[in-house]
């Protein structure tokens, strides 16, 4: 396949999509204040950029985010490490950890905030709460997951308990640990978000809720597009680290871009 | 480690009435049953017998992975009784660490006993030349083939000069090319090297071809129900298979083994 010439399908593509949303909008005459033109999301953003308010705000949420990612998968690598290698945490942790497994962590957010408070403790804790059960969950499996032989290996060199974790099951977890901070990186994005939309001061999801009161579809519109593109350099981020990390896994020059979403929901 | 070497010709391994019990659901299993033998300092044993007959469970008891259940097993006098750091063990897969690469990972048994890379360096380096493998010393076990690979592990098995090697089917997973080629590899290296080797297999050309004797193992429970000393001079051509002497050899460790209830046992 010729890269290029996708490259130039793709490009024609975007253009056509935009094109058929702008002539439909305006032939059916759809109010702005439902779904706005291209060019007025276009616009929106223009003038949000110029005035800064953007720059603020954004600041903002990506603290909160790198805050509660930070604070969650540590948590999460400690916790996951103690339930892997002790039965007995297991077995008093393991229900609890099931429970808020398959509970919506974003609906505690009302809770959170009643908790903490309207500024940023309460983002950070929500963020830190989503980002932490995918990491948690993928480091428990990721050391568990240790083949036999290896371990009979270490202790055929008679090997301590602590060489065997350092030499062995934490590098063999590592495929699965990065997988689950690629997982927890963007959780903690959402979670900063819906936070702010219970109650916050300031952040991208409060600009969207203030504009959503004003009926400022267009620049909602264009707050999503710098989610998107914050989401997508968080990724990027992740990945870049990742490839270096996981040199040697022989899945990661296989691998695609998109992560299948393991480890857990929001 | 110990410094006094044993006289030469001395037993490096002795093993008396070991017998291994599993527990299971229908009941005791007697896996191993009075197993009896030694290992003279430099001497190269096979053992051969059918899956199932609890060869690699005696490997495991001599390298100290497993208790046994009663008899005794010694080395150079000193029991074993768990993992010991003056025998090397190759196993059937190389088990190769993906993120180490090849040298790191001959150096293995060197980080994890404390051995000091500085000294240790210099041996990897001339075993991995040994085996036919300089150059290859900052790949990573991905990048080689499942003979170069095995080769790692024989090299990373030596590379803390143990008293002796333990080898259960190491070639069990190569092609049939590949594999006689690594038994002429085996050879070659145990003769420049001198190591005293107990390797298990159920190719019955395989321990006839590598063995200066060979012990016949029946399934079930698993009982040593042969000996044989094989006198064919060293060092042995591939072709060596072809001759009337190894013939005779092979044919009277297949008796032994059909007499036993043969190899599918």
């Not at chain 2, 001339?126 to 990048?143: S, T």
Request: charged share 20%; hydrophobic share 50%.
């Amino acid at each position: 396949m010729n890269s290029r010439r996708n490259l130039a399908l793709s490009v024609l593509f975007f253009v056509v999509f935009v094109a058929i949303w702008e002539t439909c909008v305006r032939a059916f005459a759809i109010p702005a204040f439902i779904l706005p033109t291209p060019s007025n999301i276009a616009m929106a953003f223009y003038r949000g950029v110029m005035s800064g308010i953007y720059v603020h705000h954004l600041w903002i949420t990506l603290l909160e985010t790198a805050l509660g990612f930070i604070v969650g998968t540590t948590l999460a690598f400690v916790f996951g490490i103690g339930v892997a290698l002790n039965r007995r945490l297991e077995f008093f942790l393991y229900p609890y950890i099931i429970m808020f497994q398959s509970m919506p962590k974003v609906a505690l957010a009302p809770l959170i905030v009643v908790w903490f408070g309207l500024g940023l403790t309460s983002k950070v804790v929500n963020a830190a709460l989503v980002a932490f059960f995918p990491l948690m969950v993928n480091t428990i499996v990721g050391l568990r997951s240790v083949d036999e032989d290896r371990v009979s290996l270490m202790r055929s060199l008679d090997a301590s308990e602590t060489q065997i974790f350092w030499m062995l099951r934490l590098p063999n977890a590592l495929p699965f640990i990065m997988a689950g901070l690629e997982i927890a990186m963007i959780f903690a994005l959402i979670g900063s978000i819906v936070a702010e939309f219970v109650g916050a001061e300031s952040g991208l999801g409060t600009l969207i809720q203030s504009m959503n009161f004003t009926m400022d579809v267009a620049g909602q519109f264009s707050v999503l597009l710098i989610l998107s593109a914050v989401g997508l350099v968080l990724n990027k981020c992740i990945i870049f680290f990742r490839r270096r990390v996981l040199f040697w896994d022989p899945s990661e020059k296989a691998r695609e871009d998109l992560t299948p979403a393991k480890g857990g929901n929001l | 480690m110990a410094d006094d070497k044993p006289m030469a010709g001395g037993e490096v391994i002795a093993v008396r009435q070991l017998s291994k019990r599993y527990a299971t659901r229908a009941g005791p299993v007697l896996a191993l049953d009075g197993i009896d033998f030694s290992v003279a300092d430099g001497e190269f044993v096979a053992i051969v017998g059918p899956s199932g007959c609890g060869k690699s469970t005696l490997l495991k008891i001599l390298a100290g992975l497993l208790p046994m259940s009663s008899g005794e097993a010694s080395l150079r006098g000193t029991p074993i009784a768990r993992p010991r750091r003056d025998i090397g063990v190759v196993f059937q897969s190389p088990v190769l660490f993906p993120w180490r690469t090849v040298l790191d990972n001959v150096l293995l048994p060197v980080d994890v006993q404390r051995l000091g890379r500085d000294t240790h360096g210099k041996v990897a380096r001339d075993l991995l030349h040994l085996v036919g493998l300089d150059g290859f010393e900052d790949r990573y076990p991905w990048e080689l083939s499942g003979g170069m690979q095995q080769r790692v592990a024989i090299v990373r098995a030596l590379v803390n000069d143990p008293v002796m090697l333990l080898m259960d089917e190491p070639f069990g997973a190569l092609d049939a090319m590949t594999r006689e080629a690594m038994n002429l590899e085996l050879q070659r290296i145990w003769m420049t090297r001198r190591k005293t080797v107990l390797f298990i297999t159920h190719s019955i050309s395989e321990a006839v071809f590598l063995a200066d004797r060979v012990l016949v193992m029946s399934a079930r429970p698993g009982r040593i129900i042969d000996t044989l000393a094989v006198d064919i001079q060293r060092p042995r051509a591939l072709d060596v298979v072809n001759s009337d002497q190894f013939g005779a050899y092979a044919r009277r460790v297949r008796g032994g083994l059909n007499a036993k209830g043969g190899l599918e046992g």
